[in-house]
């Protein structure tokens, strides 16, 4: 028990904090709500009309009335309007129009009462008992919620007669738009469709994303809710907080702290506030404001939130920005309340008659002595402090409500007018009529602005933004900034000033409202898990992907011949990379395979000037020139490698390559047969000396090369080697090579050299201790051996390198190779010929010869 009476005191504090600061703000909040703590609605007023023009002054009634200073402002525009008709002679002429309230307050349940009650006590109207006609029609201006409105249309048809005209300002609802259960209610505000996308446009023009709503729990407040849902998803803009405010007081209460913790933690800087001006909703923002926090407000026109009084000041510096519905200026209507003199009525009607949402602005003693002031000085006094006389939304609803009325009646008198001078028989015209005719009602105000009040056909809603400045001392300035208009194409609908919106500390630098700062470009967005579209991660693109915008969802990928620099915001055109002469590597290899060349040439040279010479005699000069041709051509094979590749070059390589080393392994294979044959020739082996005598050995080179040539036939015709154009291995290069083709046929190629190598091989090793100067079995065993090195060597090391580098080392085998041949082969025979002579005659052959017989 302890603990819930403990708990009872706190949830008070508040109440009896702002009962200590602010009294008369806190004694409105308990005026204003009735007593199961809901806050009143709209007013009802009925308007009929007489025959005769009205030189009373009817609208002094407004004075006797104690209403809420927001339905004096509507009671104002009532009596404005009808005063404004009826002095227009070109409109009902001989009629006038009156209006009647039939309560003390603006208390729609207590209306609804009173009207029923006082009917019955006058026998004015009974259940099934009215037997008169009604000559005319009475029509009933309302601004209360839907269900009271409900409420109040099915009782009046229950107790009339006739059907009953009716038509409501303030807020639209949906469910009173249905022609068949309310056939003669018109409503004359439009959805907030328009409305919600002009928010939306507002909001976007300045980059924002993370809005927080302060809005009425209520349906007027949640239809709005889905309207603007439905356009920040179009346009991908989240909200922060969403503050459904109770409208019951006493529900309001027990929540208040927790709406204000809300807003005052959420990191958004802009917050919409959306609602009736006399609810909780407007007790919440004038609590909000008093305790200082730090918002940019978007509200409608109608919460005028200008401060009044050096009494109560807003510490706001950024101000609050209006959207309020487009209409022309009403002349005539700022004097019209500025001439009236209601000290005639009663004083206290000035006490209240201020524009401010809450009136903490007049103190006691300012009432008191409005009580003993004459009537000049108390208009003085009105004029000095009605700062904002301008028609608001729901006035401006109510100036066309019955000048809406007043055209239907006119057409209908009309054609009355015309029947009787036709028939001259009177005909009395009938709520049906008026009904008929307002539907399809269509009519230019004194405004200037097109009004139809077929709510199919209505017209989109034009707005206009303006910008609210509070100064310190409670002065305020309202401006235009802008308008919204859905007429114009998409992206041109909202038109602002931004030059006129200042803060109070004189930067003119606007905030930023977003959840995440913005993802540059270089990065994409990542959408956290279970957070709004507008909360993400910014995350670096992927390689080779980039992005030039800010908030992307992905990155875009290079195409193939550009890639992404380091800041991965530009795609940059990929260098053509390939084994040319002009760099270093390439130079450095064609210039040593052009020196082997030039040096395989000399030793040819050497050769055949030395042909007679034993040692050249002794080795088969025929075979030794073939080897020494197979040579060169060897050598220049890289130059085939160099250079930008082409489909013939591909192919010329690769074929090239094969044959001819086929050529030079062959005929090393031939000389070793020739060696093997040469020494073991003796007279019982008839059949080897025929084989030598006939250059048998002779016939392996072509038919070697043959075989090689008929792989090679076969590799061109299943899958020659064509250009490759590689743009991935590298990222910023794109690697121009010659594409093996099959890939088999060329291990096939490299296969049969390395089989006649090792054959090569395998007999000179056997046959290197055979006698003789000049047995040239030792020098190919060591030239195969390197050769078949070279190539086992290629093979993996192919395989790890790309690009020119692999062309590299495949141009390195071929020389390395072709080296080897040429030095273990014929770099011995060159160094006897050239330098020892003496060892190059048959005397020396017989030497060697005969000690070598001898040891053996």
């Not at 290069?733 to 093996?740: E, L, M, R």
């Not at 390395?754 to 090793?765: I, K, N, P, R």
Request: contains cysteine; neutral net charge; charged residues 15%.
């Amino acid at each position: 028990m302890f603990t819930m009476i403990l708990l009872f005191l706190l949830l008070n504090i508040p109440l009896l904090v702002a009962n200590c600061i602010y009294p008369r703000c806190f004694w409105r909040m308990k005026q204003n709500g009735n007593k199961d703590g809901n806050w009143r609605t709209g007013c009802v007023f009925f308007i009929t009309s007489v025959q005769w023009p009205v030189e009373k002054e009817y609208f002094s009634d407004i004075f006797n009335i104690q209403i809420h200073t927001e339905q004096h402002k509507y009671a104002l525009a009532l009596v404005f309007s009808i005063y404004e008709i009826n002095r227009n002679p070109d409109l009902l002429p001989n009629m006038s129009l009156i209006f009647k309230f039939l309560a003390d307050t603006c208390d729609c349940e207590s209306q609804l009462n009173s009207v029923i009650h006082s009917s019955l006590q006058s026998h004015t109207i009974l259940p099934n008992y009215i037997c008169e006609e009604f000559t005319n029609c009475l029509m009933a201006l309302t601004g209360l919620n839907w269900a009271t409105t409900v409420k109040l249309h099915i009782i009046v048809n229950h107790f009339i007669s006739q059907q009953f005209l009716q038509l409501t300002y303030g807020p639209f609802y949906p469910v009173l738009s249905d022609n068949e259960k309310f056939p003669c209610l018109h409503q004359m505000s439009s959805d907030d469709r328009s409305l919600a996308l002009a928010l939306v446009s507002f909001i976007i023009h300045f980059s924002w994303n993370w809005i927080g709503l302060a809005i009425s729990d209520n349906d007027q407040g949640v239809q709005f809710l889905s309207y603007l849902k439905s356009e920040m998803e179009k346009s991908t803009v989240c909200f922060a907080f969403v503050n459904m405010i109770p409208v019951n007081l006493h529900l309001y209460m027990s929540r208040a702290e927790m709406y204000y913790n809300r807003i005052m933690t959420s990191s958004t800087n802009v917050v919409i506030i959306y609602g009736d001006t006399d609810s909780t909703l407007a007790v919440s923002f004038t609590m909000w404001e008093s305790r200082g926090i730090q918002k940019i407000w978007v509200t409608t026109s109608k919460w005028d939130v200008t401060p009044s009084t050096k009494d109560f000041t807003f510490d706001n510096v950024y101000g609050t920005f209006a959207l309020g519905q487009h209409h022309g200026e009403i002349s005539g209507f700022k004097n019209f309340v500025q001439t009236l003199n209601p000290f005639k009525h009663s004083d206290e009607f000035l006490v209240t008659l201020e524009w401010m949402h809450f009136n903490c602005e007049v103190s006691d003693s300012t009432c008191k002595t409005l009580k003993t002031c004459s009537s000049s000085h108390s208009l003085e006094w009105l004029k000095k402090h009605t700062f904002d006389m301008a028609f608001i939304e729901w006035s401006y609803d109510i100036y066309n409500a019955v000048y809406a009325f007043a055209h239907a009646l006119h057409e209908v008198i009309f054609q009355q007018f015309d029947t009787l001078h036709k028939n001259n028989v009177k005909e009395n015209y009938s709520c049906k009529k008026l009904c008929s005719f307002l539907k399809k009602m269509s009519f230019t105000n004194p405004v200037g602005d097109r009004v139809n009040m077929n709510q199919r056909d209505k017209l989109q809603e034009e707005y206009d933004i303006f910008y609210i400045w509070n100064f310190p001392q409670g002065l305020g300035l309202k401006v235009k900034t802008g308008m919204f208009s859905s007429y114009f194409p998409s992206g041109q609908q909202l038109h602002l000033s931004e030059d006129k919106i200042e803060w109070v500390t004189g930067s003119t630098q606007m905030l930023t409202s977003v959840c995440s700062a913005d993802c540059g470009p270089g990065f994409r967005k990542s959408v956290k898990d279970g957070m709004a579209a507008c909360c993400f991660h910014c995350k670096p693109c992927p390689e080779n992907e980039i992005s030039n915008e800010t908030n992307v969802d992905l990155c875009v990928q290079c195409q193939e011949d550009h890639y992404a620099n380091t800041e991965q915001n530009h795609c940059i055109p990929k260098a053509v990379v390939f084994l040319s002469y002009e760099e270093p590597l390439g130079m450095a290899l064609s210039l040593i395979s052009l020196c082997f060349s030039a040096f395989t040439i000399v030793v040819l040279g050497v050769i055949v000037k030395h042909h007679s010479t034993p040692i050249v005699k002794a080795n088969n000069r025929t075979l030794t020139y073939i080897l020494l041709v197979s040579l060169i051509f060897c050598f220049l094979c890289p130059l085939l490698f160099i250079g930008h590749p082409n489909s013939a070059t591909c192919i010329l390589q690769q074929i090239t390559f094969g044959v001819v080393f086929t050529v030079s392994v062959s005929t090393v294979l031939a000389k070793t047969i020739t060696v093997i044959l040469a020494f073991k020739v003796t007279a019982s082996r008839r059949m080897m000396k025929y084989f030598l005598v006939s250059r048998v050995s002779n016939y392996i080179i072509p038919i070697c090369t043959l075989i090689q040539v008929i792989v090679c036939a076969v590799w061109l015709e299943a899958s020659p080697p064509s250009v490759d154009i590689d743009a991935r291995s590298e990222h910023s290069h794109i690697i121009i090579v010659c594409h093996k083709g099959s890939v088999n046929a060329f291990y096939y190629v490299l296969g049969y050299l390395a089989t006649l190598a090792f054959g090569s091989f395998t007999l000179a090793f056997f046959s290197r201790n055979l006698p003789g100067a000049f047995n040239e079995a030792k020098s190919i065993t060591f030239s195969m051996l390197v050769f078949c090195s070279v190539w086992v060597t290629f093979i993996p090391v192919y395989h790890s390198t790309k690009g020119k580098i692999m062309v590299a080392v495949e141009i390195f085998c071929t020389l390395a190779s072709s080296a080897g041949m040429l030095g273990f082969i014929f770099i011995p025979k060159c160094y006897t010929i050239l330098f020892r002579p003496d060892q190059n005659s048959f005397e020396m052959i017989r030497v060697k010869s005969s000690s070598r017989v001898q040891i053996s």
